[in-house]
């Protein structure tokens, strides 16, 4: 190794301390302002909902109507694969626009508690500085439930009653694995 190696080597380190110093800046901040109640979303892709003028999220009436639907086939019976049939065979496209919905995306619709007008911030972490990496926080770090956070498109009740057939439709997969 001569000289110049010796130095890019040392530069590069120094390049990523530095990256890594700022990257915890900018959590510390993030954080402050969770502890504070200040919600940060991107609504860019968030169906129901678009950011108003003063930053809180307002209700797009035509979207809600496709969210209330998703909640009310599901109460229906109807699992996720029959949902997305219908919104397809119904001509109803996505946020982005696209006329073919995942399961995945009716999925987290029907467990996003955004849609009860609560906001909980910091479900995930980012586990590496470096590739920018993003996982679950299961625990490692504390996240935080601001309540009443803009209006909600489903009444609580109708959100719980879904996330408890969601959780009846899990334990029975997992019951049945089982055997």
């Given at each position: 190794?001569?000289?110049s190696?010796?130095?890019i ?13 700022r990257?915890?800046?900018?959590k510390?901040?993030?954080?402050h ?46 699992g996720v ?5 219908y919104?397809?065979?119904?001509g109803i496209k ?5 006329a073919?919905?995942s ?5 987290r619709?029907?467990s996003n ?8 911030m910091?479900?995930?972490l980012?586990?590496?500085?470096l ?27 109708t ?6 057939m ?6 029975t ?7």
């Amino acid at each position: 190794m001569n000289i110049s190696d010796s130095m890019i080597d040392q530069l590069a380190a120094l390049d990523q301390a530095e990256s890594h110093f700022r990257s915890e800046n900018i959590k510390f901040g993030i954080r402050h302002r969770m502890r504070s109640g200040k919600t940060v979303l991107n609504h860019t892709q968030f169906l129901g909902y678009t950011k108003g003028a003063d930053g809180v999220l307002q209700i797009v009436p035509e979207e809600a109507e496709v969210v209330r639907k998703i909640f009310e086939l599901y109460i229906q019976g109807n699992g996720v694969r029959k949902i997305k049939r219908y919104l397809e065979e119904h001509g109803i496209k996505t946020v982005t626009g696209k006329a073919e919905w995942s399961t995945s995306t009716i999925d987290r619709i029907l467990s996003n508690e955004k849609y009860i007008g609560e906001v909980r911030m910091q479900k995930t972490l980012t586990a590496d500085f470096l590739t920018g990496r993003r996982e679950k926080n299961i625990g490692q770090l504390d996240s935080y439930l601001v309540e009443n956070a803009h209006e909600p498109i489903i009444d609580r009740e109708t959100f719980e009653l879904v996330q408890r057939m969601k959780g009846q439709i899990k334990s029975t997969h997992f019951d049945l694995a089982d055997r």
